[in-house]
């Protein structure tokens, strides 16, 4: 069975950083390109950043390019998200997703909350 | 990165058919077979319903059916049941993007 356990997320001021965690099992982790995508509240779903199986390529949203840096440990079948410079508008639950095989997301973690102050 | 287009709210009577459109450009829909979707129950992980544009997952009802026509992807639900009252995403492809969001659709069974 699939699964991902998302954690790090938390209370942080306006500026200051997280990172996040997500534990993977159930699949060949290094096999598949994961992605962090995130929801604020009362809002919907946005893409932050994608890394493939190797960590060779990685991507980012415009909202976050420069502040956020993915990456990956397969031997640990771990994904990551640094989060520098954090602000008001980076609140929201931060998902864990696996991609299935083209670009569609099929298995998701229960999210983790960050929520920036100011 | 704009956002794929999608109805802020369907509706339907549980048995009836509904279809929530979801329109982008040739540069995103119009030119990639990569349009998933995505249903969430409020407080839950999205689940993916669709995926390279008509695809069931294992596990998904064939109540649920994904096309394409032109830069306008479409999710039809079959035989409306209560329980597919949630929000619904698509998602696409988008080149050098590389991905791009639907604003969202939320689903009212009657």
């Known amino acids: 069975e699939v699964q991902l356990l998302e954690s790090g997320g938390g209370l942080v001021q306006s500026g200051g950083s997280l990172r996040l965690s997500c534990a993977a099992s159930?699949?060949?982790?290094?096999?598949?390109?994961m992605i962090w995508i995130r929801q604020a509240p009362g809002k919907g779903l946005e893409w932050v950043s994608a890394?493939?199986?190797?960590?060779?390529?990685?991507y980012y949203a415009d909202t976050v390019k420069g502040r956020f840096t993915i990456s990956r440990d397969n031997s640990k079948n771990t994904l990551y998200l640094q989060m520098n410079s954090l602000r008001g508008e980076d609140t929201a639950v931060y998902y864990c997703?696996?991609?299935?095989?083209?670009?569609?997301?099929?298995?998701w973690g229960q999210g983790t909350v960050v929520s920036v102050s100011s | 990165q704009s956002a794929l287009t999608q109805p802020a709210s369907v509706s339907g009577s549980p048995g009836q058919s509904i279809t929530i459109s979801c329109t982008g450009t040739s540069s995103d829909v119009g030119s990639y077979n990569f349009v998933s979707w995505y249903q969430q129950h409020p407080g839950k992980a999205p689940k993916l319903m669709i995926y390279?544009?008509?695809k069931r997952p294992s596990g998904v009802s064939n109540r649920f059916s994904g096309s394409k026509s032109g830069n306008t992807a479409s999710l039809t639900i079959y035989g409306l049941r209560a329980e597919d009252e949630a929000d619904y995403y698509c998602?696409?492809?988008?080149?050098?993007?590389?991905?791009?969001f639907g604003g969202g659709t939320k689903l009212t069974v009657l």
């Open positions: 997703t696996k991609d299935q095989g083209s670009w569609a997301w099929d298995h």
């Open positions: 159930g699949f060949a982790f290094s096999t598949y390109a």
């Open positions: 390279e544009g008509s």
């Open positions: 890394i493939s199986g190797n960590g060779g390529t990685t």
């Open positions: 998602f696409s492809h988008a080149g050098s993007t590389p991905w791009v």
